[in-house]
């Protein structure tokens, strides 16, 4: 859902269909990133509010002309409070046309409070620069906010291929975050194979969106499972985002009562 393209390739007709499969959906939070055109934010606002009344963002909204926001926004069916955003200090190549940075919500369901941090990093250029910008993530939001009794959920497109053994740890490592299995048949994210919205023939399936967890000692359990979804736009079956989703669903440790929450990254 790119700035400006939006006026012209009908993906406003992409983000009804979106709005659609989620209304049908159980999820609590949904991450969507890349949601940059303000045409495809108003369809699925205006679709989702009735079950998503807590609305937020996009986070770094635009100021100057030629740029646009982070592409980070959120619904949620409870309230969230935004504790805090910043934008990158480096962003190179098609990506510094767009403020993008990282937002840290803080949340209570039934009873257990949660952080949720969004984020999107660099596409392209070097590793130092991602690495940069999780560093910048740890001491902007992360550390700044980090309570003994709150569990940080950390999740969005970082661009870091899971195959790609020394930079995905060092991602691990700089941002002191665990990450888990996943479950179900799909283990990508990003498929330049299959997906037709990503189609590339001579591309790769990998691993590069991720739900990381700090303080992961509050949580019982968590599953982690990528989810695609399709729809007919134009007459053909589509998939309707470039990624596919990660669906976090989560068992916070509690004595009163066994509490679940699903938070979804969509792009």
């Not at 257990?112 to 941090?117: C, D, G, M, S, V």
């Not at 003994?148 to 995905?168: A, H, L, R």
């Not at 997906?195 to 590069?208: E, F, P, S």
Request: proline share 3%; hydrophobic share 35%; aromatic share 10%.
């Amino acid at each position: 859902m790119l700035p400006y393209i939006s006026l012209f390739n009908n993906n406003d007709q992409r983000a009804k269909k979106i709005a659609d499969k989620l209304n049908d959906s159980d999820y609590q939070i949904i991450v969507f990133q890349e949601a940059f055109s303000s045409k495809c934010r108003s369809v699925l606002a205006k679709n989702l509010l009735d079950k998503y009344p807590y609305q937020y963002g996009p986070a770094n909204k635009n100021t100057l002309p030629f740029r646009t926001n982070s592409g980070l926004w959120i619904v949620s069916k409870i309230p969230l409070t935004k504790l805090d955003e910043f934008q990158f200090s480096i962003c190179k190549g098609f990506d510094a046309v767009a403020r993008k940075g990282a937002v840290l919500f803080e949340g209570k369901f039934r009873g257990a409070k949660f952080q949720l941090l969004a984020t999107h990093l660099q596409a392209d250029h070097s590793h130092v620069l991602r690495n940069k910008q999780c560093v910048e993530i740890k001491e902007h939001l992360l550390n700044p906010y980090f309570r003994e009794d709150t569990p940080q959920f950390i999740c969005g497109d970082f661009n870091i291929d899971m195959d790609d053994t020394c930079n995905y740890r060092q991602m691990l490592q700089t941002l002191d975050a665990k990450n888990g299995e996943l479950s179900g048949n799909i283990k990508v994210t990003y498929d330049e194979l299959n997906n037709n919205l990503a189609y590339n023939a001579n591309g790769k399936r990998r691993i590069i969106d991720y739900v990381l967890v700090r303080n992961g000692g509050l949580i019982e359990n968590i599953e982690r499972k990528v989810q695609t979804f399709f729809s007919n736009i134009g007459g053909n079956e589509s998939d309707l985002s470039d990624h596919y989703a990660m669906e976090f669903s989560v068992n916070f440790a509690a004595s009163d009562s066994n509490i679940n929450s699903q938070l979804m990254s969509v792009r």
